[in-house]
């Protein structure tokens, strides 16, 4: 008996699921958005479903056409930003994706339900509204309540904040802990914490600002002037000299966790961080567990 696949059902399943899982990645990844955003990848999702009404494909053609349609989904929910941001959202919505295919699969190959169709890495389901919608918010609350328990256990990349002092005044930013950032003066060894340049616009001396937006190789005299340097960092495509000053200290807070280093390096970059609300990268010293 051949299935009757409804594609209204079709099309509202798959946009549905897939702000879930976007909604999901949100939660996971703490990467902020617009929720039109998230239509839109919502939408390019519900799209992305039609593949169900090809012949079979081959299992190596499927995987790449749906990590292809997974990753265009992830540009058009969170952009790009910068290449730590979005390896993040793509690690977080692959991983959504991965757990939710391995229940259908499950599901799938144990119980075969009455009006369930998979085919080319796309489900579906013939069931009513209500039914529907239930299962939906179940499967959300899941999967919010495994966020959840994954922040609690391992919160160390989370609600951080670095206070810089020079000359006893102080800021206090909110940073990302980074256990891969391992990035460290090559003089004194001391390690560096990367800021945003308009984060700290107001902190900085007037007269380093075309220094510290690399408008000028060389510091003009001041106070500040033992202090400057240039680091070296290399990133994903990319290396080169950020514009940096030696604080007097660096404190950094994660919940009831404190760590001070004092001499810490601070480099400037005129590029964003993340999605607004994180203004500073930490090293991988800087907050030991």
Request: with cysteine; hydrophobic share 50%.
């Amino acid at each position: 008996m051949r299935e009757v696949i409804y594609i209204d059902v079709l099309l509202a399943l798959n946009i549905f699921v897939t702000y879930l899982l976007l909604a999901a990645t949100v939660l996971l990844s703490a990467v902020q958005t617009k929720r039109w955003r998230l239509l839109c990848g919502a939408l390019l999702g519900g799209a992305a479903a039609l593949l169900i009404f090809l012949p079979p494909l081959h299992w190596t053609l499927q995987a790449l056409i749906r990590l292809a349609l997974a990753a265009a989904i992830v540009w058009v929910a969170f952009g790009w930003g910068n290449w730590r941001r979005a390896l993040r959202c793509y690690a977080a919505f692959f991983g959504m994706n991965f757990a939710l295919a391995g229940s259908m699969l499950a599901l799938w190959l144990t119980l075969r339900p009455v009006g369930m169709l998979m085919q080319n890495g796309v489900v579906y389901f013939n069931v009513s509204l209500i039914t529907f919608v239930l299962l939906a918010c179940v499967s959300y609350a899941a999967m919010r309540g495994a966020v959840i328990l994954l922040r609690r256990r391992h919160p160390g990349n989370n609600a951080c904040t670095a206070t810089i002092c020079v000359d006893g005044q102080s800021i206090t930013l909110p940073a990302l802990y980074d256990s891969g950032n391992k990035l460290t003066d090559g003089f004194t060894g001391a390690p560096v914490v990367v800021v945003e340049y308009q984060a700290l616009r107001t902190f900085l001396p007037a007269e380093l600002h075309e220094y510290f937006t690399a408008e000028l190789d060389l510091p003009p005299e001041h106070d500040w002037r033992t202090r400057l340097r240039k680091i070296p960092y290399h990133a994903v495509g990319h290396s080169g000299l950020l514009p940096a000053f030696r604080s007097d200290k660096i404190t950094v807070k994660s919940g009831t966790k404190e760590q001070t280093t004092p001499n810490a390096i601070v480099a400037v970059t005129t590029e964003n961080l993340g999605d607004g609300t994180v203004h500073a990268i930490l090293q991988a010293t800087m907050l030991e567990h």
